[in-house]
């Protein structure tokens, strides 16, 4: 059977790294009528970077409603908050139980964000000097370490097969992938299936301010991203402003042209075309006639979003009432699946 699972925390209204990385890929998703589909908003992870309650509940109903505008169907998908589905935690715990702290020390994610965590206090320490046994480190709050165990049951417990997602989250398939023959393993059983990542050719959508870095929502300078409620006035000012190169042609060369490469990126996704034949046809435009293209394209796939988005908004309780729907589904699978996982450990079923 093909399972599809994916998850995004709940950050309010995606950045279109999200989008072209992986929701845009949600939703091709759904055109397989053979497979199974668990879309997460995932509110336990978002814990571990810590905010504010309120903002937490009004940043989940917004990542909610952007989901169904970007066309996430209720009638396709199972759409549900992570936390709301106790199994998650209960499987948690038992993965957790069979994980050396080695290979969480291995992760770099938690490095990174210790470091923004604590402002420059980590300065001059980096991925690869840093570790869980480092002074620094010693405030590291448990919850962001094991994160990934979390992640993992996610996925296994939904006996997922298809995860969906953007290349800063292949090291935590590969751990998911691990945990799954440790465990299969340890206790002497195939339960639990290997899943496989699915990217796409915009796996990593680069900074508009800095094309060597990710587009992230906790970019500090918000020029940075374009966000999915971005009017179309925002839109084509932040691309103008990303900074390109003075070459004469227009090409695909991610290596020696980042800033190109990525508005080229950016461009063919929306057109679902190959960069390289975008930059063909770009070819002999000047940057800023490219980058008018490549803005009038983020328009047209962002503004009929946008619009659906803020209609959504209008009605908070058609998503509570959309999210509780798939929240019954998820339990009923993830409950049945838990009892065998429990049965297998040892556990009452
Ligand atoms: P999160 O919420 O950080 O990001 C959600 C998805 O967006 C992708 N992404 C990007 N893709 C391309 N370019 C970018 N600049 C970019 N920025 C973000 C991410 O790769 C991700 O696919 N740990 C996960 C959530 C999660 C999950 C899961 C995913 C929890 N459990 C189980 C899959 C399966 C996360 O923090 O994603």
């Known amino acids: ?142 919850g962001l370490f094991t994160y990934p165990v979390l992640m993992a049951s996610d996925i296994l417990l939904f006996r997922a097969s298809h995860i969906p997602v953007g290349e800063d989250q292949v090291q935590h398939l590969e751990l998911a992938r691990d945990l799954t023959v440790h465990f299969n393993k340890t206790f002497r059983t195939n339960l639990l299936v290997m899943p496989s990542y699915l990217l796409t050719a915009t796996k990593r959508v680069m900074s508009l301010r800095d094309p060597l870095r990710k587009m992230s929502k906790s970019d500090a300078n918000d020029q940075a991203r374009i966000t999915l409620a971005d009017t179309d006035d925002q839109i084509r000012k932040k691309i103008k402003k990303a900074p390109t190169d003075s070459l004469s042609q227009i090409t695909f060369d991610p290596k020696s042209r980042p800033g190109v490469s990525n508005l080229l990126s950016i461009y063919a996704a929306v057109r679902n075309i190959d960069p390289r034949v975008a930059a063909q046809e770009m070819q002999t435009l000047a940057n800023a006639q490219m980058k008018e293209m490549v803005a009038q394209a983020v328009v047209d796939e962002i503004t009929p979003i946008r619009k659906r988005l803020g209609e959504l908004l209008d009605d908070p309780q058609y998503i509570e009432d959309e999210l509780r729907k798939g929240e019954e589904r998820a339990r009923v699978v993830a409950e049945e699946n838990w009892r065998q996982i429990a049965q297998c450990v040892g556990l009452p079923a």
């Open 1 to 142: 059977a093909k399972v599809v699972f994916s998850g995004i925390q709940p950050t309010g209204v995606p950045q279109l790294g999200n989008y072209l990385g992986t929701i845009k890929n949600w939703v091709q998703l759904q055109q397989d009528p053979e497979a199974q589909r668990y879309y997460s908003i995932v509110d336990l992870h978002a814990m571990t970077v810590p905010r504010d309650p309120k903002r937490l509940k009004q940043e989940t109903l917004e990542m909610a409603a952007a989901l169904l505008a970007c066309g996430i169907d209720t009638q396709k998908s199972v759409l549900f908050r992570q936390s709301t589905v106790p199994q998650h935690s209960q499987l948690n715990w038992v993965l957790g139980s069979i994980t050396p702290v080695g290979w969480l020390n291995r992760m770099t994610q938690w490095k990174s964000k210790l470091q923004q965590q604590t402002n420059g206090i980590l300065d001059g320490v980096n991925e690869h000097s840093l570790n869980v046994h480092s002074s620094a480190a010693q405030g590291l709050l448990t």
